[in-house]
């Protein structure tokens, strides 16, 4: 027996709704396409949702009988979420048309059959409010197309059949997984494609916040006399959209661009030199939205909306951490004051910096081998971080750390190691420098002298493993992946002259010496060292430069002796 079931419950919004349910306490039929029934209960795991209360079915919308099980008991089931939806760029007409239209209505003849029904809950989108012709033509987009043809429709079939019916328009909702539509904006600006800002100085993309959204959504049936109505939901708050752009360029720490192109202009221009969707175009305006409505709903919910740039910035974090879609995000990870930052902020036990020209996703399997809080950054200039001077990257890390860390080093980032442990020896447990760069031959070092940027920046993930002389992987491909962006690959190559120079070496030879905290140098048999240092040195046979990537288990086991020493002299 089921209070609700939900319908497209994998998808974006559907998912968020059955964890709401869920958590609420009530019982929940999630009803997936074939083959994602695996991604919901993982993704509500993930969430930690008790799923005590879940059953998950497959369905097919399409189908007059949704393509449920023969032997669902749906006697029980008050209230119908219907989140199963099409939603995508580029869509032909008879793949929206039969989700979006026929799908919709058949959930309603469905819902309609259950004896003790209290609401459908009907998503659409918040353009549906806006009289625009250009919308409805499948021309120039099926997904419009499909939700402004199945809103009168629904609405008619729904007073025809006496079903309880509330559609909730909603704009962009933004949260984890959201690659749709304003996405596509953010990975111009993120890569440098953004050359002007579409629409004008009063254009609005309004957003809203995924979990404000689907309790929203949960909402609905429990309020009497939303039944027969239709609610956008939307934060009026959103910046415009300059404001919006400039927002996230100064957090991600990229160049917002200094012009605006109206929609009128970009329409005329051929596709190959704009870049833009046409299917996009319509959304791009200056209409303002009525959420009095909705805003009621909430008030009698007790239901507060996030504020909208806090919201933007997260999700910027979300889109950079998984390469906009192409990885699993790290939950962790953002930008800190233009620092791009993973881990655990105020408690860490190891604080752990990249050399070049690899990311702070470099130490992802030595820190998984560590099994302690650790925190890790790309360099400032370097990887996903804006530029920024490298020995102040420690500072700025340690200013929310309440423990006292190991720091670790690798060949570039052993400089901001030391120089923050000579500062600062009280705040720190000890140090462990992974292929110092300044105290090896320079011509061994693996980049050579100096490789050219716009080589470096044309290097596949493959090319790019295969000249390092390490295994491909995760780490290469963010670093081949960040190192296309622009100034990247250029401010790599200036960082290795810089760190090359003979001033540098010896300022870092000099700080060593002087360390008053363990420390611990480990280095590949086939990258060894070009003096004798007094610090206790460990050889990694079988390896070179980069030991944290071909060797994780036995980088992580050498740093945590450093931190295990570190508490016993503490200790005593």
């Given at each position: 027996?089921?209070?609700?079931?939900?319908?497209?419950?994998?998808?974006?919004?559907?998912?968020?709704?059955?964890?709401?349910?869920?958590?609420?306490?009530?019982?929940?039929?999630?009803?997936?396409?074939?083959?994602?029934?695996?991604?919901?209960?993982?993704?509500?795991?993930?969430?930690?949702?008790?799923?005590?209360?879940?059953?998950?079915?497959?369905?097919?919308?399409?189908?007059?009988?949704?393509?449920?099980?023969?032997?669902?008991?749906?006697?029980?089931?008050?209230?119908?979420?219907?989140?199963?939806?099409?939603?995508?760029?580029?869509?032909?007409?008879?793949?929206?048309?039969?989700v979006n239209v026929t799908g919709a209505l058949n959930v309603l003849d469905w819902a309609a059959a259950l004896p003790g029904l209290r609401?459908?809950?009907?998503?659409?989108?918040?353009?549906?409010?806006?009289?625009?012709?250009?919308?409805?033509?499948?021309?120039?987009?099926?997904?419009?197309?499909?939700?402004?043809?199945?809103?009168?429709?629904?609405?008619?079939?729904?007073?025809?059949?006496?079903?309880?019916?509330?559609?909730?328009?909603?704009?962009?909702?933004?949260?984890?997984?959201?690659?749709?539509?304003?996405?596509?904006?953010?990975?111009?600006?993120?890569?440098?494609?953004?050359?002007?800002?579409?629409?004008?100085?009063?254009?609005?993309?309004?957003?809203?916040?995924?979990?404000?959204?689907?309790?929203?959504?949960?909402?609905?049936?429990?309020?009497?006399?939303?039944?027969?109505?239709?609610?956008?939901?939307?934060?009026?708050?959103?910046?415009?959209?300059?404001?919006?752009?400039?927002?996230?360029?100064?957090?991600?720490?990229?160049?917002?661009?200094?012009?605006?192109?109206?929609?009128?202009?970009?329409?005329?221009?051929?596709?190959?030199?704009?870049?833009?969707?046409?299917?996009?175009?319509?959304?791009?305006?200056?209409?303002?939205?009525?959420?009095?409505?909705?805003?009621?709903?909430?008030?009698?919910?007790?239901?507060?909306?996030?504020?909208?740039?806090?919201?933007?910035?997260?999700?910027?974090?979300?889109?950079?951490?998984?390469?906009?879609?192409?990885?699993?995000?790290?939950?962790?990870?953002?930008?800190?004051?233009?620092?791009?930052?993973?881990?655990?902020?105020?408690?860490?036990?190891?604080?752990?910096?990249?050399?070049?020209?690899?990311?702070?996703?470099?130490?992802?399997?030595?820190?998984?081998?560590?099994?302690?809080?650790?925190?890790?950054?790309?360099?400032?200039?370097?990887?996903?971080?804006?530029?920024?001077?490298?020995?102040?990257?420690?500072?700025?890390?340690?200013?929310?750390?309440?423990?006292?860390?190991?720091?670790?080093?690798?060949?570039?980032?052993?400089?901001?190691?030391?120089?923050?442990?000579?500062?600062?020896?009280?705040?720190?447990?000890?140090?462990?420098?992974?292929?110092?760069?300044?105290?090896?031959?320079?011509?061994?070092?693996?980049?050579?002298?100096?490789?050219?940027?716009?080589?470096?920046?044309?290097?596949?993930?493959?090319?790019?493993?295969?000249?390092?002389?390490?295994?491909?992987?995760?780490?290469?491909?963010?670093?081949?992946?960040?190192?296309?962006?622009?100034?990247?690959?250029?401010?790599?190559?200036?960082?290795?002259?810089?760190?090359?120079?003979?001033?540098?070496?010896?300022?870092?030879?000099?700080?060593?010496?002087?360390?008053?905290?363990?420390?611990?140098?480990?280095?590949?048999?086939?990258?060894?060292?070009?003096?004798?240092?007094?610090?206790?040195?460990?050889?990694?046979?079988?390896?070179?430069?980069?030991?944290?990537?071909?060797?994780?288990?036995?980088?992580?086991?050498?740093?945590?002796?450093?931190?295990?020493?570190?508490v016993g002299a503490s200790a005593r």
């Amino acid at each position: 027996m089921s209070d609700s079931i939900v319908l497209g419950a994998a998808g974006f919004i559907g998912r968020a709704v059955v964890a709401h349910l869920l958590t609420q306490g009530g019982s929940v039929i999630a009803a997936v396409r074939p083959g994602s029934e695996q991604r919901l209960t993982t993704w509500l795991h993930a969430q930690a949702v008790d799923q005590t209360g879940l059953s998950v079915v497959s369905c097919d919308v399409t189908a007059k009988d949704l393509g449920l099980p023969t032997d669902l008991d749906a006697a029980d089931v008050r209230d119908v979420y219907n989140c199963a939806a099409r939603f995508a760029f580029g869509l032909g007409k008879d793949d929206a048309y039969a989700v979006n239209v026929t799908g919709a209505l058949n959930v309603l003849d469905w819902a309609a059959a259950l004896p003790g029904l209290r609401r459908v809950v009907h998503i659409t989108g918040y353009r549906i409010t806006v009289e625009d012709s250009a919308e409805q033509n499948y021309a120039t987009g099926a997904y419009g197309a499909s939700k402004f043809e199945s809103d009168p429709l629904l609405r008619l079939r729904a007073a025809e059949r006496g079903i309880p019916l509330t559609i909730a328009n909603p704009s962009s909702v933004l949260g984890r997984g959201q690659y749709v539509g304003l996405a596509s904006i953010v990975d111009d600006l993120w890569h440098g494609r953004l050359a002007a800002i579409p629409g004008g100085r009063e254009t609005f993309l309004p957003i809203v916040d995924l979990d404000y959204f689907a309790a929203f959504l949960t909402e609905l049936p429990k309020q009497a006399d939303t039944a027969g109505r239709s609610f956008t939901v939307l934060d009026p708050r959103t910046p415009v959209l300059p404001e919006l752009i400039r927002l996230l360029a100064g957090h991600m720490g990229v160049r917002a661009p200094r012009f605006s192109i109206p929609v009128g202009v970009i329409e005329k221009l051929p596709r190959a030199l704009t870049g833009a969707d046409p299917e996009t175009l319509p959304f791009i305006a200056d209409d303002r939205y009525d959420t009095a409505a909705a805003d009621e709903v909430a008030h009698k919910a007790g239901l507060a909306m996030p504020d909208s740039e806090t919201v933007l910035r997260a999700w910027a974090d979300h889109l950079v951490s998984s390469r906009f879609g192409a990885v699993e995000a790290d939950p962790t990870a953002g930008f800190v004051d233009g620092i791009w930052v993973s881990g655990d902020r105020t408690q860490p036990a190891y604080v752990l910096l990249h050399g070049l020209p690899v990311d702070s996703d470099s130490w992802t399997e030595v820190r998984k081998a560590l099994e302690a809080p650790s925190l890790v950054a790309d360099l400032p200039g370097l990887g996903r971080s804006a530029p920024g001077e490298i020995d102040e990257v420690l500072p700025r890390l340690m200013s929310t750390a309440r423990s006292r860390p190991v720091l670790v080093g690798h060949s570039l980032g052993c400089g901001p190691v030391l120089k923050y442990a000579a500062a600062h020896p009280d705040r720190i447990s000890g140090v462990v420098l992974v292929s110092p760069a300044f105290l090896q031959p320079r011509s061994s070092r693996v980049l050579g002298s100096p490789l050219a940027a716009v080589a470096l920046r044309r290097m596949s993930a493959a090319a790019l493993a295969t000249r390092l002389g390490i295994p491909a992987g995760a780490a290469v491909d963010s670093a081949a992946a960040n190192l296309r962006r622009p100034g990247v690959a250029v401010r790599t190559v200036a960082a290795l002259r810089r760190a090359s120079a003979p001033a540098r070496r010896n300022e870092l030879a000099e700080l060593l010496a002087g360390i008053d905290v363990p420390v611990r140098i480990v280095v590949g048999a086939e990258d060894p060292l070009a003096v004798a240092v007094p610090p206790e040195v460990v050889v990694i046979e079988g390896t070179g430069h980069y030991p944290q990537l071909t060797h994780p288990a036995q980088v992580a086991a050498e740093i945590a002796q450093v931190g295990v020493r570190a508490v016993g002299a503490s200790a005593r």
